[in-house]
């Protein structure tokens, strides 16, 4: 029976099921791209290159999912097509290097609707040495998808940051507070570039991740790359909830605490310290603590005594 009948849906079962069709056949090129070591599904893709390996990401977006024409203008829409590829920049602490952009315009946009797309992206990418250099038109009678690829370098003195890395005993920290992004700030965050190579030199992380999807689901991608699990502590989880997810929550009564959980689009980074860094450093750097790897799996919330699983969920494609 093929894959298509099965009853499974959901954006990461399809991506364990092509991490089973796009696995390399032994061979030279296959043996080429193990060398740089970064497993399939990370936030970026590493080829060997000389030296100095080339990481690649690609992020696609799309009108009336991550963003809305009617509402919001096209160069803001053009900076958030630039800037979630370059948060995952950020998640693994490389520099960005240039980008290449491919739209599918809506039929019913003008010249300067199109060229303002564009402008925001190339504009919001030169102000982090990324320009666009080249990319692909075209156009349909559907709504606007954009979709930037980024290419970027290692720091000359740290190798890039995975997900895999986390170990028992090593602590959890994130950049920001967290939920509520949909009030507007998941179209205006700035990506934490030059505050991921600070985080890379000077704690030397295990494991990170940006947070896109939702603390719950990214934190577990961490877990499940990393074999391990782990557990949040709640008034550090408290402490961390936007105010935009307090907001929300009196509008809508869903608990500011989920919102915090499961939302995304907040674009922190969430970042696994190792045990022996002192916790004066990650304050230092701004980062606000949230909880401990663990080696038994899953996740759950840690109140006082008490113990409770988290569901890990958050936002997914092909659901």
Not at 72 to 82: L, T
Not at 236 to 242: D, K, N, P, S, Y
Request: proline residues 7%; contains cysteine.
């Amino acid at each position: 029976m093929s894959d298509v009948s099965q009853p499974e849906r959901g954006e990461r079962e399809l991506i364990r099921r092509l991490q089973r069709l796009l696995a390399l056949p032994t061979g030279a090129g296959a043996a080429d791209v193990a060398v740089a070591g970064v497993p399939f599904g990370d936030d970026m893709a590493v080829l060997p290159t000389g030296s100095t390996p080339w990481l690649w990401t690609v992020d696609m977006l799309m009108d009336g999912v991550d963003f809305d024409s009617a509402v919001h203008n096209w160069s803001v829409i053009g900076r958030k097509a630039m800037a979630v590829n370059l948060s995952d920049c950020a998640a693994m602490a490389v520099v960005p290097v240039a980008a290449l952009c491919a739209v599918s315009l809506s039929n019913r946009l003008s010249m300067s609707d199109a060229l303002e797309l564009i402008r925001g992206a190339h504009e919001f990418g030169l102000r982090h040495g990324c320009p666009i250099v080249g990319g692909d038109t075209n156009s349909w009678d559907h709504p606007t998808v954009v979709s930037i690829s980024i290419a970027a370098r290692p720091l000359p003195d740290r190798p890039p940051v995975r997900r895999d890395g986390a170990r028992a005993g090593d602590t959890l920290w994130v950049t920001g507070p967290l939920g509520g992004s949909i009030l507007g700030r998941h179209l205006t965050f700035e990506p934490r570039l030059e505050l991921s190579w600070q985080i890379s030199r000077q704690v030397q992380p295990h494991a990170m991740i940006d947070i896109s999807d939702g603390l719950a689901l990214d934190l577990s991608r961490v877990l499940e790359a990393s074999r391990c699990g782990a557990v949040l502590w709640a008034e550090a989880l408290e402490a961390v909830i936007h105010p935009d997810a307090r907001r929300l929550s009196a509008s809508d009564g869903c608990p500011a605490r989920d919102h915090a959980l499961y939302d995304g689009e907040d674009f922190e980074l969430l970042v696994v310290v190792p045990a022996g860094v002192r916790e004066v450093a990650c304050r230092n750097l701004g980062l606000y603590p949230l909880g401990q790897i663990t080696d038994e799996p899953g996740l759950c919330l840690a109140d006082g005594e008490a113990r409770a699983p988290i569901p890990v969920h958050g936002w997914e494609h092909f659901r």
